[in-house]
């Protein structure tokens, strides 16, 4: 008997992993990108390169404060999807075909990023308040189902 953890277990348990990089002081968030059982790039939310975390020098938004899921224009931070399609796009890897896996549903913005890579699923650990993401990645095609381990 086989008693290795089936795939999308194994691969959302790295996703946590990759979300213990995050270096928001509101949501540690991980995505990975998986083609053919092979995991072709991470991401993690946080700020770009060489800029100052907010895990450092405090949240502009949270001392506004600016609820959850709201004036993302004000965050010095990506998204863990956005940093995967960086990652992915710096060393040359093509998304289209592959799956996501993410800690947390992907918001409206990186919906709309990942359907134009040509992602085929997205995968997911805990819900976020925002149904037109999910139906925008239905009307897309793309698979979008929440996935659920003791981790």
């Given at each position: 008997m086989d008693n290795r953890l089936p795939w999308p277990e194994y691969f959302m348990r790295i996703t946590h992993q990759v979300a213990e990089r995050a270096t928001c002081t509101r949501r540690k968030v991980g995505a990975i990108a998986v083609k053919d059982k092979r995991i072709l790039a991470t991401g993690y939310n946080g700020s770009p390169s060489d800029i100052s975390h907010c895990a450092d020098i405090g949240c502009l938004r949270e001392s506004l404060g600016i609820p959850s899921g709201q004036?993302?224009?004000?965050?010095?931070g990506l998204h863990a999807e956005q940093?995967?399609?960086?990652?992915?796009?710096?060393?040359g890897i093509k998304l289209q075909g592959c799956e996501i896996y993410c800690t947390t549903q992907p918001c409206l913005i990186c919906t709309k990023m990942l359907i134009?890579?040509?992602v085929t699923a997205v995968?997911?650990?805990e819900s976020y308040?925002?149904?037109?993401?999910?139906?925008?990645?239905?009307?897309?095609?793309?698979?979008?189902?929440?996935?659920?381990?003791?981790?």
């Open positions: 004036r993302h224009e004000l965050c010095r940093n995967v399609i960086i990652q992915a796009a710096v060393h134009n890579t040509g995968y997911y650990a308040p925002d149904e037109l993401s999910e139906a925008m990645f239905k009307e897309a095609g793309v698979k979008f189902e929440l996935l659920q381990f003791d981790i």
